[in-house]
């Protein structure tokens, strides 16, 4: 399993490194992107209006599986997203 903790927002193209992220793959594997979408109830709607329309999207134009967004924990007020996705053997 690969994981890629609040540095999605600094990637200069998500298109380009979610392909790569799978294509280094070679059978199989699960990635999780982890975002912070806001703290002490507040919601970033850049940050979830990303993940919508564009690393969801991405994923699944790239093969990923099983796509899901998973919330939490908390941590110090902030609020956890993360978007997991599989690549299976044979794909």
């Known amino acids: 399993m690969n994981c890629c903790i609040h540095s999605v927002y600094f990637w200069d193209n998500i298109p380009e490194t979610i392909s790569d992220i799978y294509r280094?793959?070679?059978?199989?594997?699960?990635?999780?992107?982890?975002?912070?979408?806001?703290?002490?109830?507040?919601?970033?709607?850049?940050?979830?209006?990303?993940?919508?329309?564009?690393?969801?999207?991405?994923?699944?134009?790239?093969?990923?599986?099983?796509?899901?967004?998973?919330?939490g924990p908390n941590s110090r007020g902030y609020h956890i997203i993360s978007i997991k996705g599989e690549k299976y053997m044979g794909q």
Do not use: R, W, Y
């Open 24 to 71: 280094i793959f070679k059978h199989e594997g699960t990635v999780v992107l982890t975002f912070s979408d806001g703290k002490n109830g507040a919601m970033s709607k850049g940050i979830k209006d990303m993940v919508e329309q564009q690393v969801i999207p991405i994923m699944k134009q790239n093969q990923f599986k099983n796509i899901e967004m998973l919330e």
